[in-house]
């Protein structure tokens, strides 16, 4: 295929350009792909490095002296490429595009002795291709109709790196309005965390009271001998017991762990009818506990789809997961809310 660099950049700057949600690496990247077409002018074989503080400060809007480098430490070209490989494997045209160039887009940096400024920049390598051409030959020569999805990425490629949702796109309930600030934050100790679990209690106990006075409410009509009423109440006991325990067990039980877990599935009263996911999480960044409702997501490497968290089955019973929706028993993930890495749970075989 006869495509130049510049037409490669340009591909590039486009798919991240499309990205919905762009996060800081994702302009830095942008930033850094348009300075070496600006830069590069006739010449783009020769890589343009750009320093990481003005990527920052372009990101993010801060004034360059401003920025500290404890900051932008957190920015290393191994996270500009894995949102750069994420963005390429996220779509089949962009999957394409490389598979068939033989050519990967690859972030590099300097090692940084002394007060050395830390620079990035991208070479295009080329990529051994053997591995897609031998999938595409079994491919030919098996039955038309038979269609295996592409295994894209080698297996050591599956590990994942979770994001957060910003909280403004997360959609809560009016009561977890109340309770909550504008930045989801609920701190414990402070007025409006003692009445978010004086609620809780009172929610608990009233719960239970309502249970037990219909089963004696039950009781005094089986004495009544009125077998209408006898129906009547117990079809409505019925209910009320399936209505309590699964407030006990999503609810009550649920916001219980949260203390031990530190992170739990947000319960559904603290969401909007809209918002199909959330997660609660427990920090302690002082010295008291401040509860968050947040959504961690990512994109899982074999199938594309998105990956939430979710509670772990049998085998991982105590650890939450990362599942994907499209396989959510299948592809299933590690979930580090620390250091937001995950690692495939299946066999390092799966993909071959
Ligand atoms: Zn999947």
Redesign the pocket.
């Given at each position: 295929m006869n495509i130049n660099n510049l037409e490669i950049y340009q591909f590039l700057i486009k798919i991240l350009n499309n990205k919905p949600k762009k996060i800081n690496s994702t302009k830095m990247l942008i930033d850094l792909i348009e300075t070496q077409i600006d830069k590069g002018e006739e010449n783009f074989e020769i890589p343009v490095r750009v320093s990481r503080k003005l990527l920052y400060s372009n990101a993010t809007g801060e004034v360059i002296e401003s920025v500290q480098e404890k900051t932008v430490q957190n920015y290393k070209a191994k996270n500009l490429q894995q949102e750069l490989d994420k963005t390429i494997d996220e779509q089949q045209v962009s999957r394409d595009f490389f598979s068939n160039l033989g050519i990967r887009p690859v972030i590099c940096e300097n090692a940084t002795e002394g007060n050395q400024a830390k620079e990035f920049w991208m070479e295009l390598q080329r990529i051994d291709n053997s591995f897609n051409q031998e999938v595409k030959s079994a491919l030919v020569n098996d039955d038309a109709n038979f269609k295996v999805a592409q295994p894209h990425i080698p297996a050591n490629r599956l590990d994942i790196v979770y994001e957060k949702t910003k909280f403004d796109e997360i959609k809560i309930s009016r009561r977890a309005k109340f309770f909550f600030n504008k930045d989801g934050e609920l701190i414990l100790r402070k007025p409006k965390g003692i009445a978010f679990m004086l609620y809780l209690v009172v929610g608990y106990i009233s719960n239970w009271i309502i249970l037990f006075s219909s089963i004696l409410l039950f009781v005094m009509y089986v004495y009544s001998k009125s077998v209408w009423l006898i129906y009547l109440s117990f079809t409505y006991i019925v209910v009320l017991t399936l209505f309590s325990f699964s407030a006990h067990k999503n609810k009550y039980k649920r916001l219980h762990s949260l203390v031990q877990r530190r992170i739990i599935k947000a319960p559904e009263f603290l969401l909007h009818i809209d918002q199909f996911n959330a997660d609660l999480e427990l920090n302690r960044p002082t010295d008291f506990n401040i509860a968050k409702i947040t959504e961690y997501y990512s994109s899982?490497p074999?199938?594309q789809?998105r990956i939430l968290v979710d509670y772990g089955d049998e085998t991982y019973k105590y650890y939450m997961v990362g599942r994907?929706r499209?396989?959510p028993d299948a592809?299933v993930y590690t979930f580090d809310r620390v250091t937001l890495k995950g690692f495939f749970l299946g066999h390092e075989a799966y993909l071959k």
């Open positions: 899982c074999i199938c789809s994907c499209n396989a592809h």
